[in-house]
């Protein structure tokens, strides 16, 4: 994953490097055709001055011609020839290249040129001047090394700026996401971010505050409506049961009658527990638990599993339990024993005839399994309400409180199917 | 018996005190906070039953009212809140025994009987029924004077019939008083059947009358 800063930096040296790249020949350019009209300003002063120098000695013609084949011998630089061109004529300038003769290496130089007539005691002459000129790879790798300098100048100072802004500029940003992360709903107590002075920032905290505040209200209230609702209809549930204990004593009742009310007994009990259930999930999500007991997991597991062992000799279940001695946890008392009695009477309720049930309790987890034909949906196991197998009749809400027990002691909860055996893996 | 029902709801009131009444108790109401702070001034009671979710009050402070006046009426706890804290608390201040909306009358009954039991008869708490007797404090019976060796969930289910004595009471109630709270989690009641034939079969071994009756062919009623 990248960082938002690194991926601007990246787009911004790409575009200096562009920049920079494309001044070179600018500056190039910029810089020869300075040289060249500077040097071309030395050649017209040096014609100039020789024009009027030689006219001002006033010497005979074979003491010039002399002077000139002595001048054209000593000064390479300049050349004086006879030419039968006009004196108006314009000045013409070039550019050549030319071997160095005084040097052994291979070396290139440049010359910019001028060419003049110029009138000596009444003749014409035509006067080359040269001037050597930097060469223009020369000048490009100056300028080059030069610009590439610059550039990891830059982009040296990106980083080092990079680095300070991330840490300086994106603060607050840290800061509201450090608060994300920690944030739970469960917890439902509300963020209160920084004040920024960056309006972006403050403006994304005012909107995560309105959406967190939402979201909370709207739990809450979802909440307190579970709670509510599984409080008044205790009521109700209390008039029915005891009416029909009432109903029950009268005489004369058939046995048809009497089988009538068992059956609404046994579905009002039903009612009565996932309503309990309910209750127990909404309180287990309100922390109305306190978790800071010391259980001695083992002799409670002894206990639950001596509670049911009826259950377990009803079905003819095979209990194969290895139990070691005072694993110890920090948690719930009446919320682990419910966790434990959920997890042993599903395996004795969702197990074969003389099926075998599987408790292992050692310090890093709890392990129980029981025999079962098929698997069970992994995503669907510990949602309410969401029997993952269909020869049920409890409340649909055993595994959910499971999960939800397990999630408040921060332990991790698996299932597993396996050589026709589901287990579930509780690790502390 | 004096039983005084400090309940809110009409219906509930009425129906604990019609199956009540056809034992010897005599049922009083206090619907409110108030009407009941009188009563347990004014007269005194056998047992309680007191609803500690009052409209106009919390019935904690009736019990606490209760000890104030160093009353040593009975009080069973009834309430719609299964909150662990109330029932530490209220057993703390002196209740005899909570219990847990919805319960059944049978339950409730049963559960008066012990305390009633408890209070009246401390130290010689044994009830007898021509050739039967049960020692309430040390949990054991006698049958012509020749001890009978019960479990502790025959034990259970005898007294609850004793507090429920001519009463029907199906096997589901029984189910949910032997299991607790997940009784509807086990897929038959069949266990009830076995505690039952267990007992009948001791009880009958020892020369005991046959008191506990099959009805409708899975209720039960102890004839006494």
Known sequence: ?428 | MKILIIEDENELADSISEYLSEENYLCEFARTFNQALEKIESFNYDCILLDIMLPDGNGMKILEELKKQNKQDGVIIISAKNALDDKIKGLQIGADDYLTKPFHLSELAARIYSVIRRKQFGNSNTVRQNELEIDLLAKTILVHNNPVILTKKEFDLLLYFIGNKNRVISKSTLAEHLSGDFADMLDNHDFVYAHIKNLKKKLSEAGCESYLKTVYGTGYKWEG
């Open chain 1, 1 to 428: 994953m990248n960082k938002l800063l690194n991926k601007s930096l990246k787009s911004f040296t790409i575009y200096a490097l562009i920049v920079l790249a494309a001044s070179v020949p600018a500056y190039l350019y910029l810089v020869d055709s300075i040289w060249l009209r500077e040097l071309d300003e030395h050649n017209e002063i040096v014609a100039d001055r020789m024009e009027n120098e030689l006219n001002k000695l006033q010497l005979s013609e074979t003491e010039l011609n002399q002077s000139i084949v002595l001048w054209n011998k000593i000064q390479p630089g300049t050349n004086l020839q006879k030419t039968n061109l006009d004196i108006g004529r314009k000045d013409s300038t070039y550019t050549v290249l030319r071997k160095n003769p005084y040097v052994t290496h291979e070396d290139i130089d440049r010359f910019r040129g001028l060419l003049r007539v110029i009138e000596i005691n009444g003749e014409n002459y035509l006067l080359t001047v040269e001037t050597n000129v930097e060469e223009t790879e020369e000048t490009v790798v100056a300028i080059a090394v030069l610009t590439f300098l610059f550039f990891l100048i830059m982009v040296v100072g990106f980083l080092i700026l990079n680095r300070r802004l991330s840490v300086k500029l994106w603060q607050p940003f840290k800061n509201t996401l450090a608060k994300l992360k920690a944030f739970n709903l469960n917890s439902q107590s509300n963020i209160s971010f920084e004040k920024s002075t960056i309006l972006e920032f403050e403006e994304l905290n005012v909107a995560l505050n309105k959406l967190i505040e939402h979201t909370v209200s709207v739990y809450k209230s979802q909440k307190e409506f579970t709670e509510n609702a599984s409080h008044e209809l205790q009521t109700p549930l209390a008039i029915i049961k005891n009416k029909l204990d009432i109903l029950l004593q009268k005489e004369a009742l058939t046995d048809r009658q009497y089988q009538i009310i068992e059956d609404i007994n046994k579905a009002l009990t039903r009612v009565s527990r996932i309503n309990k259930n309910l209750l127990l999930l909404a309180k287990i999500e309100n922390h109305q638990f306190d978790d800071s007991e010391t259980i001695n997991l083992s002799e409670l597991t002894t206990e639950c599993i001596e509670q049911l062992q009826e259950h377990f000799s009803n079905k003819d279940l095979n209990l194969k339990s290895s139990i070691d001695e005072d694993c110890v946890v920090t948690g719930n008392s009446i919320l682990i024993e419910i966790l434990i009695n959920n997890l042993l009477l599903n395996s004795i309720r969702h197990n074969l005839l003389k099926g075998t049930v599987g408790v292992k309790l050692s310090k890093s987890g709890f392990i129980i399994s029981n025999s079962g034909r098929a698997a069970l949906e992994q995503e669907e196991l510990f949602k309410r309400f969401k029997t993952a197998s269909d020869e049920s009749s409890g409340s649909g809400l055993g595994l959910a409180i499971v999960e939800q027990i397990c999630k408040r002691h921060q332990w991790k909860i698996n299932y597993e199917f396996r050589q026709d055996t589901h287990t579930f893996k509780i690790s502390f």
